[in-house]
């Protein structure tokens, strides 16, 4: 397995209702939302992640999407620019905690955006979305970071916009090699060093998997995805993360791996 081992996460906030929303799915259950939380935590170690957990921001309702302030690259940890107000801020305790496990620490100079949830890391390649939250100024200041202080390439390419981030439909699986992509942005990774499993546009955020060698969670109620995933051979473990996925939450989004 590589050597991802940690994974920093961050308790949701008792105002996690006020989270931005591209379309309104319903009320957010808090207390619900907890005990999903704990879960995915739980599920997380049992992957065998080490947590490095830190206490919900009421003042950042969407803090708990801790994906979304950095992107890391081996030693690189690069803290972005988040595009909407409600959610500038957040990157500063993500910087705070986790400054200190890397060599390099830069932040994106540029009059751009970019969110975590956008950029999606294969083996020494970037692959960025640009979005809703990330554009374009943003993502060539992230790829000039990338491959002069990181040697990694990039590739640029526009999502459709029933996506809020690139990451909602793909997830990269390291330990396997696997890239887990919606059918509808395919073509977009024509050309990658690692193997596309396409899963069914329909099931919303079934692309978005973590997993560990061959143990790998995903998200509930995504029948097809998961008969697809356990055919390539992986251990698949559903975890229940709806009031999250009502506020456009994804399982990647809720942690930092590194
Ligand atoms: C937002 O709109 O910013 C949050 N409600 C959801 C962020 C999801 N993050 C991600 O996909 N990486």
Do not use: W
């Amino acid at each position: 397995m590589k050597g991802f081992l940690r994974a920093l996460v961050c308790g949701p906030a008792d105002t996690l209702n006020q989270g931005l929303r591209m379309e309104n799915l319903g009320e957010v259950d808090v207390v619900k939302a907890r005990i999903q939380h704990k879960n995915y935590c739980l599920a997380l170690e049992e992957l065998g992640f080490r947590l490095i957990s830190f206490p919900a921001d009421n003042k950042h309702p969407d803090s708990v999407f801790v994906e979304d302030p950095a992107v890391i690259m081996e030693d690189l940890l690069v803290m972005l620019r988040l595009r909407c107000l409600e959610r500038q801020g957040e990157e500063k305790r993500v910087r705070q905690i986790l400054a200190p496990y890397f060599s390099k620490v830069i932040n994106l100079d540029s009059s751009g955006f970019v969110e975590g949830g956008d950029v999606l890391i294969l083996e020494r390649e970037l692959c960025i979305g640009i979005s809703k939250r990330t554009d374009g100024k943003g993502a060539e200041a992230l790829a000039k970071i990338a491959r002069d202080l990181a040697g990694f390439k990039s590739r640029v390419f526009e999502i459709p916009s029933r996506f809020l981030h690139l990451k909602g439909g793909a997830s990269f699986q390291g330990d396997t090699g696997v890239l887990v992509v919606s059918e509808e942005i395919l073509v977009n990774f024509n050309g990658v060093s690692c193997r596309p499993l396409a899963v069914p546009v329909e099931e919303r955020f079934g692309a978005n998997c973590i997993s560990r060698g061959k143990k790998l969670i995903m998200h509930s109620g995504k029948p097809k995805t998961k008969k697809i995933l356990g055919e390539a051979g992986f251990l698949v473990q559903d975890i229940d993360v709806s009031e999250f996925e009502k506020i456009d939450g994804a399982l990647t989004c809720m942690s930092k791996i590194f």
